[in-house]
C-alpha cells in the first residue's frame, strides 16, 4: 500500500515560516515526480510546487513563487516544502503528491492535479493577521 504522510503544520503569525514533510513509503520514490497542493474552504485545490525526481527541474505556483522552495531527499524518501514571508492568504490544508509513471527525463514535473495518483490525508497551515 502506497502511503503518503504530510506532517509541520500548524498556526503561525504573518511573515513567518513553516517547513512541511512528506514521508512516503513508495518504493519508487527516487524516480516519481512529487508535488504540493493547497486546498482553502470553499475553493478548489490549487497547485503549489512540483519537483522532479532528479530534483533538477521545479515550478511553483505564481501566488507562491519566490516564497516556497520545494525540495527531496531521495534516500530517505522524505519531500518537504520551505514556506517563508506566509501570508493569510496561505491558510489551508496542504496535501502532498505522487505520480506513478516513471519518467526517464529527470526534468520532467507536472502542475496539473489530475497527473498525480497518490495523495497525502493534509496538513492544516493557519497564518494569523
Known amino acids: 500500500q502506497v502511503q503518503l504522510v504530510e506532517s509541520g503544520g500548524g498556526l503561525v503569525q504573518a511573515g513567518g515560516s513553516l517547513r512541511l514533510s512528506c514521508a512516503a513509503s513508495?518504493?519508487?520514490?527516487?524516480?516519481?515526480?512529487m508535488g504540493w497542493f493547497r486546498q482553502a474552504p470553499g475553493k478548489e485545490r490549487e497547485f503549489v510546487a512540483t519537483?522532479?525526481?532528479?530534483?533538477?527541474?521545479?515550478s511553483y505556483g505564481d501566488s507562491v513563487k519566490g516564497r516556497f522552495t520545494i525540495s527531496r531527499d531521495n534516500p530517505k524518501n522524505l519531500l518537504y516544502l520551505q514556506m517563508n514571508s506566509l501570508k493569510p492568504e496561505d491558510t489551508a490544508v496542504y496535501y502532498c503528491?505522487?505520480?506513478?509513471?516513471?519518467?526517464?527525463?529527470?526534468?520532467?514535473?507536472?502542475?496539473?492535479?489530475?497527473?498525480?495518483?497518490?495523495w497525502g490525508q493534509g496538513t492544516q497551515v493557519t497564518v494569523s493577521s
Open positions: 503528491a505522487a505520480d506513478r509513471t516513471l519518467y526517464s527525463s529527470g526534468t520532467y514535473y507536472s502542475r496539473q492535479k489530475g497527473a498525480y495518483d497518490y
Open positions: 513508495i518504493r519508487t520514490f527516487s524516480r516519481n515526480v
Open positions: 519537483i522532479s525526481w532528479s530534483g533538477r527541474s521545479t
